[in-house]
């Protein structure tokens, strides 16, 4: 008979092959994710670029004409530019283009926590009526001047948008969570959310003077004509808080994309990311909505396109959102200077007309996944 053992080295072998096969397909994996890893790095500078670009064209475009090299000599050598280049650059244009990008940004980067943190892809301080909330607390400041004891008067819209914007988002959180709704439902109590405001708004509206009317309804159709340094400066210091403390929390939202028990299992506090995130939300869509107006559509959009370029790791998802926010308030500004020559058109209605078709087609596109 012949003999069938194996000798002992082939055993070795075989588990050796073994290793090194497992060995060179994690050593693929990681290469791949390097990869992956590089191409969302390089998409977010290319976005950051084409931000740049716009912000040139933005702030160059208007009923005057201003040449683009006019424009960066008025920018760059300030000193030895003409005069009223410098007036027309560094106090109308230069800061209507700069708010557009901080607006958007702030939107952008609002939306994208709120659908993660509440697992709606259609979830945006817009759509569950954190900003019709927060347009109303300015109201109240805008017609009946009433305010929150101790404020200065300087920032009375700003603190009263706030406050209504944040008692919103925690409304919807806790609602959310003590009936135990689903998405739909949580939609559906943002639409209520809505329209409250708005009737609410509206009845601001009839009882308001013929000034204060005038500058209410101006300041909700949403525009970047009162835009100034200061207010800038505000938005922007409030995004340089929020963002680190949004990308310290990056795995946190990530793992809660997978579902809030195995978020929990990872030892990741709910409750409390939850509640830190959604104030986040409510101080930078109720500094925006307060500065600049209503601005629909661009903190639900601006997350979509940004899931789809950079997918669920919040480390560049968070990111993409804010930039894809700002390049798209951006272009929206560009857009109403150009659409009608010589009329400045509130850039709120240009996202709307742009935004109500991508929405629908979220809606869609939601639908079908669901199906």
């Known amino acids: 008979m012949n003999d069938m053992r194996v000798p002992a080295g082939a055993g070795w072998r075989a588990a050796e092959a073994d290793a090194n096969a497992s060995a060179q397909a994690a050593q693929a994996q990681m290469r791949a994710y390097a990869r992956l890893t590089r191409r969302r790095a390089l998409l977010l500078v290319a976005v950051a670029v084409l931000i740049a670009g716009s912000?040139?064209?933005?702030?160059?475009?208007?009923?005057?004409?201003?040449?683009?090299?006019?424009?960066?000599?008025?920018?760059?050598?300030?000193?030895?530019?003409?005069?009223?280049?410098?007036?027309?650059?560094?106090?109308?244009?230069?800061?209507?283009?700069?708010?557009?990008?901080?607006?958007?940004?702030?939107?952008?980067?609002?939306?994208?926590?709120?659908?993660?943190?509440?697992?709606?892809?259609?979830?945006?301080?817009?759509?569950?009526?954190?900003?019709?909330?927060?347009?109303?607390?300015?109201?109240?400041?805008?017609?009946?001047d009433l305010a929150i004891p101790g404020v200065a008067q300087t920032w009375v819209v700003s603190a009263n948008a706030f406050v209504f914007a944040f008692a919103s988002a925690l409304t919807l959180d806790l609602v959310?969570?003590?009936?135990?709704?689903?998405?739909?439902?949580?939609?559906?109590?943002?639409?209520?959310?809505?329209?409250?405001?708005?009737?609410?708004?509206?009845?601001?509206?009839?009882?308001?003077?013929?000034?204060?009317?005038?500058?209410?309804?101006?300041?909700?159709?949403?525009?970047?004509?009162?835009?100034?340094w200061t207010k800038i400066g505000v938005l922007v210091a409030a995004l340089a808080i929020a963002l680190p403390l949004s990308m310290k929390n990056a795995w946190a939202l990530t793992a809660l994309r997978l579902g809030e028990d195995r978020a929990a299992s990872f030892g990741i506090d709910i409750k409390r990311l939850r509640l830190t995130t959604l104030l986040r939300v409510a101080v930078l869509s109720a500094l925006a909505v307060s500065f600049v107006g209503t601005i629909g559509f661009v903190g639900l959009i601006a997350p979509h396109l940004a899931r789809t370029l950079f997918g669920e790791d919040h480390r560049f998802y968070l990111p993409g959102s804010l930039l894809l926010g700002a390049l798209m308030l951006s272009l929206a500004s560009i857009a109403s200077k150009l659409i009608v020559p010589g009329v400045l058109i509130p850039v709120g209605i240009v996202t709307a007309l742009v935004g109500i078709p991508l929405f629908l087609g979220i809606v869609v596109r939601s639908q079908g996944t669901a199906q």
Do not use: C, K
């Not at 559906?188 to 601001?204: D, K, R, Y």
């Open 176 to 228: 959310a969570r003590w009936r135990g709704m689903s998405t739909a439902g949580v939609v559906l109590m943002g639409i209520a959310l809505v329209f409250s405001f708005h009737a609410l708004t509206e009845l601001m509206q009839f009882v308001a003077s013929a000034d204060a009317l005038q500058g209410l309804v101006f300041w909700t159709l949403g525009s970047l004509a009162r835009a100034d």
């Open 55 to 144: 912000l040139l064209i933005d702030a160059s475009s208007g009923p005057s004409g201003l040449p683009l090299a006019t424009l960066v000599h008025t920018l760059f050598d300030r000193a030895h530019a003409d005069p009223a280049d410098v007036v027309i650059v560094w106090q109308i244009r230069l800061p209507y283009a700069v708010m557009a990008l901080a607006v958007g940004a702030s939107l952008g980067l609002s939306g994208a926590e709120m659908q993660t943190i509440l697992n709606n892809p259609l979830a945006s301080p817009y759509t569950l009526g954190v900003s019709a909330a927060a347009a109303f607390g300015a109201s109240l400041a805008i017609v009946l």
